[in-house]
């Protein structure tokens, strides 16, 4: 997952917000933009899944949530690192 942090910023070229390379988009993809809101936008884990579901109903469950909310306090310090 570091390649992903560790790697340019990506400017939208149209009105985009996020870029969504999965074809279901529910569950790998949920937990990375969650990551990316947890450390860029130092959202807490429950907010950043709250907003994931009302974009995408579904999306980060079971074991994904709680990877993010174990993982929140490392990208809060890595946000703040970066």
């Known amino acids: 997952m570091s390649r992903y942090f560790n790697s340019e910023e990506v400017e939208p070229s ?7 390379s999965e074809q279901a988009g529910l569950g790998r993809t949920g937990s990375l933009i969650g990551a990316y809101l947890i450390k860029h936008y130092h959202m807490a884990a429950r907010e950043a899944i709250a907003w994931l579901r009302i974009c995408r109903p ?4 079971g074991r994904q949530q709680t990877w993010l ?8 310090k890595l946000g703040e690192d970066y």
């Open 14 to 20: 149209d009105d985009s917000d996020v870029i969504d």
């Open 58 to 61: 579904g999306c980060v469950i």
């Open 69 to 76: 909310e174990d993982m929140e306090g490392m990208l809060w």
